[in-house]
């Protein structure tokens, strides 16, 4: 591991990070939401993600670098930001559904610039399963708003 990251490495640290972001994320807006169906798809989504956790984590060892961990501070806020959408909104569900997207949009624009794909074909077979998981997500997401 070099002090200096390249694109690769970088991106591959960040892609895992965000995977595993989004995982709690999710996890997170079950647990605020009230509806016990919207939960439970929530957290299946939340399980399903949490898949890619672990081969992320294997392409950032084989590159090199050590695995980045979720900032809890972070995670704490995004809480808090979901309980205070819930409580202000109107339309809380569709509020939470909204940010369950924007937060799934910048891991889908990094899978989809990413580079990793060239260095080796383990990889693009990893990030096309995440991609596909992304696009998966979602057209579910979309459809759970009213």
Known sequence: MS???TDNEADAVEI???VMETTDYYREMANVVEDDSLAGKLDNIA????????PCRNMVKE??????KPDPDKEL??????????F??????????????????????LVK???????????????????????TTQKSVQ???D
């Open 3 to 5: 002090i200096m990251r």
């Open 16 to 18: 895992l990070k965000l």
């Open 47 to 54: 399980s399903e993600r949490a898949t890619y956790i672990e």
């Open 63 to 68: 590159l090199g670098e050590l695995p980045a």
């Open 77 to 86: 806020l995004q809480k808090i930001g979901g309980e205070l959408t819930q």
């Open 88 to 109: 202000f909104s109107a339309d809380s569900k569709n509020a939470i559904l909204d940010k369950c997207l924007q937060e799934d949009e910048k891991l889908a624009e």
């Open 113 to 135: 610039e990413t580079k990793l794909g060239e260095k080796s074909a383990e990889f693009q077979k990893l990030l096309d399963a995440l991609a596909e998981n992304l696009s």
């Open 143 to 145: 459809a759970l708003k």
